[in-house]
């Protein structure tokens, strides 16, 4: 059953947060920043769980 749990972005390495009020969220692996979680954005966007989670 734990595939079926979102991706906690707080737990993975490349999960940062930004100085920047309108993009507050970053990933490193991914390269971007966002308004939202980056595991949201990336479900969003694509469909697919993000799939370069790395734990901490």
Avoid at 5 to 24: A, E, L, M, Q, S
Avoid at 32 to 53: A, Q
């Amino acid at each position: 059953m734990k595939s079926d749990k979102r991706v906690n972005c707080h737990k993975c390495k490349g999960f940062y947060i930004t100085w920047d009020k309108n993009f507050p969220y970053g990933c490193r692996i991914l390269g971007f920043k966002s308004k939202y979680l980056p595991s949201v954005e990336v479900y969003r966007s694509s469909g697919v769980k993000c799939m370069y989670f790395t734990q901490k």
